[in-house]
């Protein structure tokens, strides 16, 4: 370790990113941006961070070193028996090569990785390791790799929400720390447009299909914002709803992202999985955009019914349908509220540092 610990001490912290593509591509789902502020918080906090990340990444102005190497398959596309696959030349194994030559240089190593190796490899490292899981449950070989280190580095397990700890039979051994988002960036907005949104990535985990359905149902049109992982998929929905009032606008940039998503009267989430967290949902809050969602993981953690949104019957659409004719009832500037008062940057960065420092100190906490 480079230096003892005391609770306002400047830590040296090494990032380290996912292996599935490069930073700003948006192949890595929401952890790119959670890894974006987290690393900007910290960074005005005094902190040093330098982030290690596939060849081709953006780091938004902190220090970035680039790794080539061939990326890993994304884990939600495999079964639950499906083995630890590393391919040649592994973007993954090269991260963590250069993670253990640099070492001695940090406090901390901060991983954003879904993957089986970081997990295998925290007890050959002598810097302790942080992990930020950003999925439930998906395999067996990663629930068991990820408990034996909540077994034997007791609190360095981080997760999202107590929905996605759930799905893991350690849940009580994982520390939850939700998720934040710098607000500046986000405008609020009060006279929305008549479309409404849907923002994520384009894969059939997140059931894009069922609110596609809803807008042909209801004929309100749809503006879908997000990485398109799975062509298929897309071609195959456009297929089935060939009447939906619907317009890809591509993936965007955070900034481009918030000036439609901020337009939206609402935002549509239809998850099939137990979605971790899900940003784009205090995205749109922050906009003043009620979000309906299925009341299902993280989304229904974030969202209070009536409230901020409606939470609906996981896989109904006739419930998307319903929640879309009562939008009148919400006060956008309340959905703003709830995001300043809960999922700022600087309450995400107090819960990270509170959560270093923990571990730093040895304490165990959950
Ligand atoms: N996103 C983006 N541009 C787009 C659509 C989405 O940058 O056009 C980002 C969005 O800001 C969010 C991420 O994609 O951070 C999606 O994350 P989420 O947690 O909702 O789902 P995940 O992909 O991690 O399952």
Redesign the pocket.
């Known amino acids: 370790m480079a230096t003892t610990t005391s609770p306002n001490k400047s830590l040296k912290l090494l990032f380290v990113s996912n292996p599935i593509g490069p930073l700003g591509s948006?192949l890595g789902?929401?952890?790119?941006?959670t890894l974006r502020n987290i690393a900007t918080e910290l960074h005005q906090r005094g902190h040093s961070i330098k982030i290690v990340a596939t060849k081709g990444s953006t780091a938004w102005g902190r220090p970035l070193v680039e790794i080539a190497g061939a990326p890993q398959i994304s884990a939600q596309t495999q079964g639950r028996d499906a083995p630890v696959i590393i391919p040649a030349s592994s973007v993954l194994a090269n991260l963590w090569d250069y993670v253990r030559q640099v070492q001695n240089d940090y406090d901390l190593i901060f991983n954003f990785a879904y993957d089986w190796l970081p997990f295998y490899l925290t007890p050959f490292f002598t810097c302790p390791v942080a992990h930020l899981v950003?999925m439930g449950s998906l395999t067996e070989a990663m629930d068991q790799i990820i408990e034996q280190v909540a077994t034997r580095f007791p609190g360095t397990i981080g997760v999202h929400s107590h929905a996605q700890a759930a799905t893991f039979a350690f849940a009580d051994r994982c520390r939850c720390l939700g998720n934040g988002i710098d607000l500046s960036v986000y405008d609020f907005c009060a006279e929305p447009a008549s479309w409404v949104g849907w923002?994520?990535?384009i894969a059939p985990e997140k059931g894009l299909e069922d609110a596609v359905a809803a807008s042909q149902i209801t004929g309100i049109s749809m503006k879908i914002?997000?990485?398109l992982e799975n062509e298929a998929y897309w071609q195959q929905i456009l297929r089935d709803y060939p009447n939906a009032p619907v317009e890809y606008e591509g993936?965007?940039?955070?900034t481009e992202?918030q000036q439609r998503l901020r337009q939206c009267r609402s935002l549509l989430m239809t998850p099939r999985w137990v979605?971790a967290?899900?940003?784009?949902a205090i995205?749109a809050l922050a906009c003043g955009v009620p979000v309906i969602a299925y009341r299902r993981g993280g989304p229904a953690e974030i969202v209070e019914d009536g409230k901020t949104g409606f939470l609906v019957e996981p896989d109904s659409v006739a419930g998307l349908v319903e929640a879309m004719g009562k939008l009148d009832q919400i006060e956008r500037h309340v959905c703003r509220q709830r995001v300043e008062a809960q999922y700022s940057a600087k309450a995400m960065g107090d819960r990270i540092e509170q959560w270093f420092l923990d571990i730093l100190s040895g304490r165990q906490s959950s």
């Open positions: 948006g789902g929401g952890v790119e941006l950003s923002v994520g990535r914002m997000g990485f993936f965007l940039s955070t992202l979605e967290f899900g940003n784009v995205e």
